[in-house]
Each structure stands twice: as C-alpha cells, then as structure tokens.
C-alpha cells in the first residue's frame, strides 16, 4: 500500500494513495487502521510523509561514494543525525544557507520505524518497518570538512527533503536510486550497492538509540553527488517508492 500525509482545511491526516487518489483511513497508519471509502476532494498539500522524533543517516554507505569522498569504508556503519527542523515536504523550497559554499544533493532510500524498537536483531528488523519513503540529505561541503563531524553540515532548516509517500510491503533491496538535476540523471545505482543493508542498519542503530513510531533512518547515497543552485530543481527517484521534487533558492 501507499500512503500519504496530507493537511486539508488546516487537518493533518493520513490517507492511501490509490490509483491517482487519495482516500482516508481510520485509526493510526503506525497499528491498527484500515482504508475508507471516503475519497478526499477539493484542496490540500501533501505533507512529509512523517513528523520524526529524530533522523538517524548513514555516511559513505556505498562503496563508489566513498571512493568519491575519499572515504575509507568502516568495519561498523557510520552514523549521525539530522533535526527534525531540516524536514520539508515534497515541492517546498531547499533554501541554500550559505551559497558561497558547496552544497550537494544527496539521493537516499529513507526507511520509517511503525513502533518502538530496541536491541532488535536484523531478523526481526522487518518487524518494525512501515515503508520507505525517497529522501535528500543536502550537504554543506564546506562545513563538513571544516567542522570533522557533520551536524551542521546537514542540519539546516530544509536541508532534509522527505516524500512524497510512505510505501509499504516491498523490499528494500534491489531498488533503483537515482538523483535526476534539472532533467539530468547524475547518481544511478541500486540499494544492492549498499555496504550495510537495511535490515542490518536498523538493528544496528536499535542497539544504541530506541527507535519510536515514525523516526527515520537514511541509508546513505551512491555515487554522483554534486552541487546545488538558487534556481535548480532537484528530484530523487527510487523505484517503486515515488519521486521527490524540490526547487533551489537561496536563504533570505
């Protein structure tokens, strides 16, 4: 199933995205809940598919990007975090911060926690996966060389596009991503490529942090990252999963 996060007349609800539509469902999309025939009309905005407690990333998760980095490939899976501040929904503007720098888009399967999970095994990861949404971790270049740990780098507002839909019964291996700049493909490659997968990184990251209903972890990106500019359209597409579009500005 597909599902979405929209807000209606000031409303905040999910519903499922069925052939071309959307249709609210009762009770809670992270336990117990099933699709109405209530098809929504008129207006709306479709949201970030979740409002996290904490975003959890991995770096240099792919073999080719680390390489691109110059990035030696570790024996645990690297980790940081991103505000739940630098969330913004599909079609909303990635407002550059600091526009003299480099700044690169970043194309990632993002993965939502349905409930509390901790010190689980990669068997049971499954168990605690809603879907998969398309995410962008923008990326100051130099802040993060500047400053060796990267929370600023990644953490301004905006610099977390999220969406457009949360997708669910499908596996994460396999998938295309890609990053497509101004009508350009510039990162191709599958979740295969990845060097921890994502069964492995949940339980890893269960095993430090507790994992809450809608929290998000970031798989890391393929090669082919590059640089972003105030008027630039960025789009990250995964198959399977949906594309997320945004636009480039500069911060006021």
Known sequence: ????????????????????????????????????????????????????????????????HAAEMGEEVKSDPLIFMKPPTAVIAPYENIEIA????????????????????????????????????????????????????????KGFDTYCPLGPHIVTGISPMGLRVQSILNGEVRQDSTTDKMINNVFDTVAFISNIMTLLPGDVIMTGTPEGIGPLSAGDEIEIRISGVGSLVNKVVNRE
């Open 98 to 153: 600091n526009p003299e720098n480099r700044t690169d888009y970043e194309a990632e399967l993002a993965v939502i926690i349905k409930s509390k999970c901790s010190r689980i095994s990669a068997d049971e990861a499954e168990n605690y996966i809603l879907g998969y949404t398309c995410a962008n971790d923008v990326t100051d270049r130099v802040l993060q060389k500047k400053d060796g740990q990267w929370v600023r780098a």
């Open 1 to 64: 199933m597909t599902f979405a996060r929209l807000m209606q007349n000031g409303s905040i609800f999910y519903a499922a995205y069925i052939d071309g539509s959307y249709y609210k469902i009762d009770g809670d999309l992270f336990a117990e809940h099933k699709v109405t025939d209530k098809k929504i009309e008129g207006e709306f905005k479709i949201l970030a598919p979740v409002s996290p407690s904490k975003i959890i990333a991995l770096g240099v998760n792919y073999r080719n």
